[in-house]
């Protein structure tokens, strides 16, 4: 980003020359390759209405999102997600089938990107709507990583997890929703005293809270699946069971981590959850997981990724 632009508020940026250059290859050969893929370009609008952004599923998107009144007072809001956009579309349509679809554009958020240091970010991605599988699964995932290979000759590492088991244990809790937004982020820093002090406060079962500590310890390689498998309830096993077949399917030169209580991106995936990471930086270059989406009592089930491509751009330097 320019160290001086009287033009634009801060977290904003121009793309021109080699820069601009570099971005339009890069919106070509996602979008190519996944329509080699079969997968139907969407293009969304910029702006919705503020009371339907993210859906029934996640209302915390709101809190990202920039919003203001049009000529009519209606509050509309600038999109910080694609993803919930295609949800909404998808919905829309009506369909019943299975469906793949593609997308590139632009995204604002009231925080800026740990990389590009901008408000603003270019996406890209692919969600499939439909009865998920566990094929499914590992065939995103496979797109993808081919994907951004196709991008950059990077070192990569997917962080891998499930929130099926931790759903398990916070549903049992009955806290509010602002209460279980505190709790998960205290759980994602992993410190047990935090932990220790919220269950005290809110007067919780002890025994919930050595599930959290144990669930917290699930973190590392294939070994920390022990205490999934081991486990009474069978959610905890289908889960361990499922994240062994994903790593056993995966490339050879893609590095893994397993992390089963700190979640990437919003608060609407249920399932798997990943990131992708280059080695040498503290962040992530794409993200994703699986989802539901719901309009007039219609649930679809549905996976999907994004690349941050504005930090593409960034890295290939």
């Given at each position: 980003m320019s160290s001086f632009n009287p033009g634009l508020p801060?977290?904003?940026?121009?793309?021109?020359?080699v820069k601009a250059q570099e971005l339009e290859e890069l919106r070509s050969l996602f979008l190519n390759f996944f329509y080699k893929?079969?997968?139907?370009?969407?293009?969304?609008?910029?702006?919705?209405?503020?009371?339907?952004?993210?859906?029934?599923?996640?209302?915390?998107?709101?809190?990202?999102?920039?919003?203001?009144?049009?000529?009519?007072?209606?509050?509309?809001?600038?999109?910080?997600?694609?993803?919930?956009?295609?949800?909404?579309?998808?919905?829309?349509?009506g369909a019943k089938d299975k469906k793949k679809y593609c997308y590139f554009?632009?995204?604002?958020?009231?925080?800026?990107?740990?990389?590009t240091k901008s408000k603003i970010a270019f996406k890209t991605g692919v969600e499939i709507f439909g009865k998920i599988s566990i094929t499914d699964e590992i065939d995103l995932i496979k797109l993808m990583l081919l994907s951004l290979k196709k991008a950059g000759k990077y070192k990569m590492t997917i962080s891998l997890g499930r929130t099926e088991p931790l759903s398990e244990i916070l549903n049992g809790l009955n806290l509010s929703v602002?209460?279980?937004?505190?709790?998960?982020?205290i759980i994602a820093s992993k410190s047990k005293t935090d932990l220790e002090e919220f269950f005290s406060s809110k007067d919780l079962s002890t025994r919930s809270l050595m599930?959290?500590?144990?669930?917290?310890?699930?973190?590392?390689k294939i070994e920390c699946l022990k205490y999934l498998k081991k486990h009474k309830n069978k959610v905890?096993?289908?889960?361990?069971?499922?994240?062994?077949?994903?790593?056993?399917?995966?490339?050879a030169s893609i590095d893994y981590h397993l992390d089963f209580s700190d979640f990437p991106g919003f608060d609407y995936h249920s399932g798997l959850v990943f990131s992708v990471h280059v080695v040498g930086f503290g962040f992530s270059i794409a993200k994703g997981g699986q989802?539901?989406?719901?309009?007039?009592?219609?649930?679809?089930?549905?996976?999907?990724?994004?690349?941050?491509?504005?930090?593409?751009?960034?890295?290939?330097k």
């Amino acid at each position: 980003m320019s160290s001086f632009n009287p033009g634009l508020p801060d977290g904003t940026e121009d793309f021109e020359g080699v820069k601009a250059q570099e971005l339009e290859e890069l919106r070509s050969l996602f979008l190519n390759f996944f329509y080699k893929n079969n997968c139907e370009l969407v293009v969304p609008s910029l702006i919705e209405f503020s009371e339907t952004i993210g859906g029934d599923f996640n209302e915390s998107l709101k809190d990202y999102a920039y919003s203001f009144s049009d000529e009519n007072l209606k509050n509309i809001s600038i999109r910080p997600d694609i993803s919930q956009q295609i949800a909404r579309i998808d919905l829309q349509q009506g369909a019943k089938d299975k469906k793949k679809y593609c997308y590139f554009g632009e995204t604002l958020r009231k925080t800026k990107d740990s990389l590009t240091k901008s408000k603003i970010a270019f996406k890209t991605g692919v969600e499939i709507f439909g009865k998920i599988s566990i094929t499914d699964e590992i065939d995103l995932i496979k797109l993808m990583l081919l994907s951004l290979k196709k991008a950059g000759k990077y070192k990569m590492t997917i962080s891998l997890g499930r929130t099926e088991p931790l759903s398990e244990i916070l549903n049992g809790l009955n806290l509010s929703v602002n209460e279980n937004r505190r709790l998960k982020k205290i759980i994602a820093s992993k410190s047990k005293t935090d932990l220790e002090e919220f269950f005290s406060s809110k007067d919780l079962s002890t025994r919930s809270l050595m599930e959290i500590e144990n669930l917290i310890e699930v973190n590392g390689k294939i070994e920390c699946l022990k205490y999934l498998k081991k486990h009474k309830n069978k959610v905890f096993q289908a889960s361990a069971r499922k994240i062994e077949k994903i790593i056993k399917n995966l490339p050879a030169s893609i590095d893994y981590h397993l992390d089963f209580s700190d979640f990437p991106g919003f608060d609407y995936h249920s399932g798997l959850v990943f990131s992708v990471h280059v080695v040498g930086f503290g962040f992530s270059i794409a993200k994703g997981g699986q989802y539901k989406s719901m309009q007039n009592h219609i649930v679809r089930e549905a996976i999907g990724f994004d690349v941050n491509v504005s930090s593409l751009t960034k890295l290939n330097k």
